[in-house]
Nanobody
Framework: QVQLVESGGGLVQAGGSLRLSCAAS????????IGWFSQAPGKERTFVAT????????AYADSVKGRFTISKDNAQITVYLQMNDLKSEDTANYFCAAKTAPEAISYYKCDYEYEYWGQGTQVTVSS
């Protein structure tokens, strides 16, 4: 079982940048797909980005394409979400999640597909 710890959230002005980190505790991410999801107050949790086990297959929500970048470190211990050109509508609590799965072509974009979740980190973008 892997434990996930997010960090890097905070308050930033519109147009600014943040880098979120999702650190693995107890395991590496080599056998897991990792996803980032966001949840604004009163709204459902929504898909942001996902990366496969080897780190060579990535998918993004349309709303963040060209602004956010998901990546893994070589040690497969930390997954990052670089967030650039932030907008007020990006304000939310951001969660990382892990899914055990064999390497495959598919992406996993639904929150119910993920087995393990971090506690979340708050991102607030002021306009």
């Amino acid at each position: 079982q892997v434990q996930l710890v997010e960090s890097g959230g905070g308050l930033v002005q519109a147009g600014g940048s943040l880098r979120l980190s999702c650190a693995a505790s107890g395991r590496t991410f080599s056998n897991y797909y990792i996803g980032w999801f966001s949840q604004a107050p009163g709204k459902e949790r929504t898909f942001v980005a996902t990366i496969n086990r080897s780190g060579d297959r990535i998918a993004y929500a349309d709303s963040v394409k060209g602004r956010f970048t998901i990546s893994k470190d070589n040690a497969q211990i930390t997954v990052y979400l670089q967030m650039n050109d932030l907008k007020s509508e990006d304000t939310a609590n951001y969660f990382c999640a892990a899914k055990t799965a064999p390497e495959a072509i598919s992406y996993y974009k639904c929150d119910y597909e993920y087995e393990y979740w971090g506690q979340g980190t708050q991102v607030t973008v002021s306009s």
